[in-house]
């Protein structure tokens, strides 16, 4: 029988395959050996209770007034009462997070009282999606007369710009749009990592812990999400387009961003993050 699975059925399965990684974790918390070593390498008092959320992980109040997803997938409580929250990776790259445009935009500017430029705005709904005017740009043959057959496909089934077409149709905008990246990388980070849509602290991540217990990857390397915002924001020269068909990824220091499902999909990548933070816990 093939192992090979389609997008959707390969989503289910990195679902699924998380949510099993993080009940292993959490079964790990009932050995004295593994909490105390956990305890040891994160400077804590005695944990007292490990929980995931699992597959039926439940919503939690969103900054923009509904419900969303936290970033967090085990909690540790701490005898002296504190809480500590971890986002686990079971993968060394892959999602991080996804989310619509105005989703995006609207939360950005909520967490960190921030104005996304207007043309900046403008850039994001035409390289990812949601602009008014993209099929009527598309049109243009000044704009994508040279592309081939295949590349004119790929952006109008998508409706969006690569870097190529949004150069083409507004340089300035183009170049703003990848200055606003390199300058807000480091909130980009805390808001992919800790933050999310969730509104309360309480829901917020404070670590990232790259573990994998079901054999797929060996990997076991616990970082400070702080740690990884001060890097990221530290780092020069490791924002760009991507050269790849025209220019449809944005590079970041810890992974990268695209479209996807008409939405923005930030990736991370364990080995980008080791480049510009190699010390985790």
Not at 4 to 31: L, M
Not at 73 to 84: Q, S, W, Y
Not at 115 to 128: C, G, M, R
Not at 165 to 172: E, F, G, M, P, V
């Amino acid at each position: 029988m093939s192992t090979y699975r389609n997008r959707s059925e390969g989503w289910r399965h990195a679902k699924v395959s998380g949510h099993e990684n993080e009940e292993d974790v959490e079964q790990f918390f009932q050995h004295d050996d593994f909490r105390r070593h956990i305890e040891e390498r994160l400077g804590v008092p005695r944990i007292v209770q490990a929980t995931v959320g699992g597959i039926c992980e439940k919503n939690v109040s969103s900054i923009l007034g509904d419900l969303t997803k936290s970033k967090t997938d085990l909690r540790l409580v701490l005898e002296d009462g504190k809480n500590i929250n971890i986002s686990i990776k079971k993968s060394s790259g892959g999602q991080v997070y996804l989310i619509g445009v105005d989703r995006f935009i609207a939360g950005f500017e909520l967490h960190f009282k921030k104005i996304i430029p207007k043309d900046v705005k403008e850039a994001l709904y035409l390289f990812f999606f949601g602009h008014t005017q993209t099929d009527k740009i598309l049109e243009d043959p000044t704009i994508t007369g040279d592309l081939s057959t295949h590349a004119l496909r790929y952006v109008k089934k998508r409706h969006r710009l690569t870097e190529t077409l949004l150069r083409r149709y507004n340089s300035n905008m183009a170049d703003a749009l990848i200055s606003w990246f390199n300058e807000n990388k480091g909130l980009i980070a805390d808001f992919c990592f800790s933050k999310g849509l969730a509104a309360n602290k309480g829901d917020w991540a404070d670590y990232v812990w790259y573990i994998n217990l079901l054999g797929e990857d060996s990997f076991d390397t616990i970082y400070p999400i702080n740690d990884i915002v001060y890097a990221v924001d530290l780092s020069s020269d490791k924002v760009f387009y991507g050269n790849r068909q025209g220019g449809t990824t944005i590079q970041l220091p810890f992974g990268f961003v695209q479209w996807h499902q008409e939405q923005i999909q930030f990736h991370h990548n364990l080995d980008k993050i080791v480049e510009i933070l190699p010390n985790g816990i």
